[in-house]
């Protein structure tokens, strides 16, 4: 029996293979991105940090401590490998060990808008156990992720279906009990469009399943008089003994904010803290210079000099109202005011400096990252590992290998599969996160004589809304193109000719190169040694802004291919 299995999973490889063999392929000798945002090149005073702490699309964050080391994982909707788990020991500099997702076996989102799949996860540690619980949004709901190590392997989901809501956290009292807080249907009948409601039930950790009834502890939000809308991500906290319960409330645009109520038993009943919310910006002036709005979805950790800090969501915005980057991870101590959590004071504007305290001052952090999380850096991949840098993405989860680091060592070999990137399954796209409103990224490559295939620069916010910046092999020239959707349908915007690249040490290559300021995107193409040429400058990209694309992600950027 052994023989047969051994058998069909070697057909099943060779069959892979050969199929694999017979898709067009192109060659990517290697992909850079330069970040120049000014915010990031005023002066850093010594003993203090730069916000956000990680740059570009990492929303909802979540935080847990174990010993010295802090360890925060993010929303990744419909991105493959899913949920990054980042680690630090300073609370500043951080660097991915690894991700909660990453098997094709363990989650697919075929069929799903970019926006669905995974939302707002939350870690917590506890007796050397590490948990995610997380929500897979029309990808199965509701379950639990466990591992003895962040860095992985994680346990193949363990799904909650009777859980009903989104937003799961765990939360560890002192006597040995544990609780699962969500967000869920208010009961009865919604009194209002978002109205919704905090619930609770006992966890058995032993057993992994919900036990007892389940309660609602907040209904509507802080004022139901006020018809709040959207109270979620709730998190329950233990200090002096209070439990904290705190909550995004509004939405998660410009009325988005924080707010926290307290009781000294879980069950409640929790009153709300008399001057909530203890995070917005949504009082501020939309066009204020350099303004970071949209703040809220936040999540607590206690240091071990016992000083607390917050992480949590905001947007560095253009032009009042838009942003290309998506929702990014801020950080900020907690104030105790009267036993009351307050993290940032009404009518404060979040700053891009902040004091590092306790055990972020002076303290280095771990070994960089091999992709920077804040600040302006320059960042590229040649492509000499075995194995793909953590900072790249796929869009879903793919069903089949198309991506190549062995077969010609050195280089990114992309067997093009057919898909657009208007899809709903897993096109030949290797993304990674536009993390500065100014940039500048590039490619080199190499096209095959053989033609069927186009290949170039992919800049995605979703299947709706993208750039591509690519050329295909036409006899002995090179048609260049640029094809852009802004949610009508794709067209080609722009497009050259140019006489093949003379081979140099047998290779001919085509660069490409993407730049930003803002909302104006500028598109250029060189092959073999010659000087940039412009294909299209100064572009209007606002419409990959999540104002005018919807959904909750962030635009990203990469080599892509497409078999034609």
Known sequence: MRSIVALGLTLVSLSSIIARAQQPAVSFAWFEYTGRDPVFDRPLPPGSYRNPILAGFYPDPSITRAGGHYYLVNSTFTYFPGIAVFESTDLIHWRQIGNVIDRPSELTFDGLSVSRGLFAPTIRFRHGVYYVLNTAVDAGGNYLSIANDPAGPWSDPIWLPQLDGIDPSLFFDDDGRSYLVNNGPPPGKPHYEGHRAIWMQQFDLATRRLIGPRRVLVNGGVNIAN????????????????????????????????????????????????????????????????????????????????????????????????????????????????????????????????????????????????????????????????????????????????????SRPGWLTIH???????????????????????????????????????????VFQNERYWYFLGARRHGGQLQIFLE???????????????????????????????????????FFYSTGSGEWQTLLEDDDGVFLSTDVAGGFTGTVLGPYARAE
């Open 227 to 406: 018809k709040p809308v959207w109270i979620e991500g709730p998190h329950l906290y233990k200090r002096r003994g209070w439990y904290y319960l705190m909550c995004a409330e509004g939405g998660t645009s410009t009325q988005h904010s924080e707010v926290v109520l307290r009781s000294h038993s879980p069950w409640g009943p929790f009153r709300p803290y008399p001057g909530n919310p203890i995070l917005t910006q949504r009082d501020l002036a939309a066009d204020r210079t350099d303004a970071i709005a949209d703040a809220g979805h936040a999540d607590l950790v206690e240091a071990a000099d016992g000083r607390w800090w917050a992480v949590f969501l905001a947007v560095r915005t253009y032009d009042a109202v838009h942003y290309n980057l998506g929702r990014e991870t801020f950080l900020l101590p907690v104030t105790w005011k009267d036993d009351w959590p307050v993290i940032l004071p009404h009518g404060a504007t979040i700053p891009y400096q902040a004091a590092a305290t306790t055990d972020a001052a002076g303290n280095a952090g771990p070994a960089a990252s091999a992709a920077p999380t804040s600040g302006n850096f320059s960042w590229r991949d040649d492509f000499n590992a075995a194995t793909l840098q953590s900072a790249w993405l796929q869009v879903r989860t793919p069903k089949a290998p198309w991506l190549d680091l062995q």
């Open 416 to 458: 093009a599969l057919p898909a657009s990137l208007d899809t709903l399954s897993n096109p030949s796209f290797l993304a990674r996160r536009q993390q500065h409103m100014n940039f500048e990224a590039s490619t080199a490559l190499e096209l095959a004589d053989g033609g069927g295939i186009a290949a170039g620069i992919a």
């Open 484 to 522: 852009k959707d802004t949610g009508y349908g794709a067209a080609v915007v722009a497009t050259a000719t140019s006489a093949a690249a003379a081979p140099a040490n047998g290779i001919a290559l085509t660069k490409f190169k993407v730049t930003a300021q803002a909302r104006r995107y500028s």
